[in-house]
C-alpha cells in the first residue's frame, strides 16, 4: 500500500496483514486497521488525494499526466481507498447495509462516493477490468467511517 506521492501528507508505519510494511497518511490509519480487521485488503490509500495531485503537480515535468489542475479539484477533500475489485465489492455492499447506504448507493451528492474500477486494453487479450477499484469519500466522514467499519467487524452494524 502507498500513500502518493510520499511526503504529502504525515504517515505513520504500519503492518498489513500479508506482512508487508506500508505506510499510511495519519488520519487513515484507524480506518484502514478497521478495514484489515474485517478482513478486506487494501492496495493504497491517501487521506486527501487533490493535496497528493496538488503535490504532484508541483514537481512540474516530473509529474504525472493525471496530475491536472483539474484532477485535483475534482478529488479535492475526498479520500481514497484502493483495494483488490472483490474486497472493493464485499466492502461495499457491507456498508450499504449501514447509515453509509445513501452515500455509497448515490451516483452524486455532496456526501455521495465515487467508486471506479479502470477499463484497459491488455494487447492480445483486449479490454479488461482493472484488478482494483478507487473509492474516493469525502475526508469529513473518515471518523464516522471508521466506527461503522469497526461496528461490521464487531457484528453489531
Not at 504517515?11 to 478495514?35: I, M, N, Q, Y
Not at 503535490?55 to 496530475?67: T, Y
Not at 447506504?101 to 491488455?122: C, F, I, K, Q
Request: proline residues 10%; glycine residues 8%; charged residues 20%.
Amino acid at each position: 500500500m502507498t500513500s502518493p506521492p510520499p511526503g504529502v501528507h504525515p504517515t505513520e508505519p504500519l503492518t498489513a496483514p500479508d506482512g508487508t510494511a506500508v505506510d499510511v497518511d495519519v488520519e487513515l490509519v484507524p480506518l484502514v486497521r478497521a478495514v484489515w480487521a474485517g478482513g478486506w485488503a487494501t492496495a493504497g490509500s491517501c487521506q486527501d488525494l487533490g493535496d497528493a495531485a496538488d503535490a504532484l503537480r508541483a514537481l512540474g515535468d516530473r509529474a504525472p499526466d493525471h496530475a491536472t489542475e483539474a484532477f485535483a479539484a475534482f478529488y479535492r477533500g475526498y479520500a481514497w481507498l484502493k483495494m483488490p475489485r472483490p474486497d472493493a465489492l464485499a466492502f461495499l455492499n457491507a456498508l450499504a447495509a449501514t447509515p453509509f447506504r445513501d452515500r455509497v448507493t448515490a451516483r452524486w451528492g455532496p456526501e455521495a462516493w465515487r467508486v471506479d474500477v479502470a477499463v484497459r486494453h491488455d494487447g492480445d487479450r483486449g479490454f479488461t477490468l482493472a484488478p482494483t477499484a478507487h473509492l474516493h469519500f469525502p475526508r469529513t466522514q473518515t471518523p464516522e467511517l471508521t466506527a461503522v467499519v469497526t461496528a461490521l467487524r464487531d457484528g453489531t452494524p
